[in-house]
């Protein structure tokens, strides 16, 4: 059990997928960030569920899904939650991606449209360069062996009880440290640690990300689309909200004051209400391939993310 929702497992290619599905009505896919796993979710499933089939899944490299060698693109995950929806039996879902998890969003709903029909983004990866040192340290090619060191028990457990208290001021700067603390304890796992790192290294260099959805933001012209940020992200800057609005002018964006990298967590019936609204006021996409095939044809000019405004 998790959070009162049972863990459930599925074997795909041979590996196997925990996840949480809960809940009826149209589908929900939730796709946590780096390191974390379904729990980042806890508070959002139960109001989510009374309307909606909530589908929270660990990443493969994550949680209690298998951590092998194996492809940790972002290509790569969305394959892994076609077939995940394709065993449920779920057919198209409205796919809300936080972080890291947002990339696999974006990119599920590039390669798969047709079982697409809404785009929420949390704090997401893929929109503007940067993003906190701490993960650009994680492709560093000391990671494995300094974290080895510093996941032996009493090192971590101080290491997690300093984080924790530091997250207990309520500074907006340290609000965070509680789910890092959370991240920094799945560590101890080697196998972990080798499926975050190769996850970074496929989005991350010493420069920031490397990977945006500037080259095909024109393509959410077809499908609704909504970005939640908190104001107080000290992970992924605020501004990359703006860049959202900038890639695609359709998108609605949404910044929670007195909120961090995390805002479903730091305001879950906010962030609830958000997601009711979301679908709610919108028209699942339906899939034209004569459309598609429009967009591609006609393409976009990329837009630049490095000069992107504050959000007020």
């Known amino acids: 059990m998790s959070g009162g929702y049972e863990v459930q497992f599925v074997t795909i290619h041979g590996h196997r997928r925990a996840f949480v599905k809960v809940g009826t009505g149209p589908a929900l896919l939730l796709l946590h960030g780096l390191g974390c796993d379904h729990t980042t979710w806890e508070s959002v499933i139960e109001p989510l ?8 899944p ?4 994550h949680g209690q899904s298998d951590k092998p060698r194996a492809d940790y693109t972002l290509g790569g995950f969305a394959n892994g939650m076609r077939d995940l929806l394709t065993v ?3 057919d198209k ?3 809300i991606g936080h972080s890291f998890g947002g990339g696999v969003a974006m990119q599920f709903a590039y390669q798969y449209p047709e079982r697409t029909e809404r785009l929420m983004l949390v704090a997401s990866g893929g929109l503007g360069p940067e993003v906190s040192p701490a993960i650009r340290a994680i492709s560093s090619p000391g990671f494995h062996q300094v974290m080895s060191v510093l996941t032996l028990p009493g090192i971590r457990h101080a290491g997690m009880a300093g984080l924790r208290a530091l997250s207990a001021t309520g500074l907006s700067r340290t609000r965070d440290l509680d789910e890092v603390a959370d991240i920094y304890d799945t560590f101890r796992d080697p196998a972990a640690r080798h499926a975050v790192r ?12 490397i990977v945006t959805m500037a080259d095909r933001a024109y393509l959410t012209e077809a499908m609704p689309m909504w970005v939640v940020w908190g104001r107080d992200d000290r992970v992924i800057p605020v501004r990359h909200a703006n860049a959202a609005a900038e890639l695609a002018p359709n998108a609605r964006v949404e910044v929670i004051p007195d909120a961090g990298h995390f805002p479903h ?4 019936q906010r ?3 958000i997601v009711q609204d979301f679908v709610r006021t919108t028209e699942p996409a339906t899939y034209s391939r004569a459309r ?11 837009v630049a993310l490095h000069a992107v405004p504050e959000t007020a």
């Open 265 to 268: 967590k730091d305001h879950p």
């Open 49 to 56: 569920s009374r309307r909606y089939t909530v589908i929270a």
């Open 88 to 90: 449920l039996g779920i």
């Open 198 to 209: 190769h996850v970074v290294k496929a989005v991350v260099d010493w420069q920031g990300q």
């Open 271 to 273: 962030f609830a209400r």
């Open 292 to 302: 598609f095939r429009r967009l591609l044809r006609n393409g976009a000019a990329p």
């Open 58 to 61: 660990d990443l493969l490299g």
């Open 93 to 95: 879902v409205t796919v």
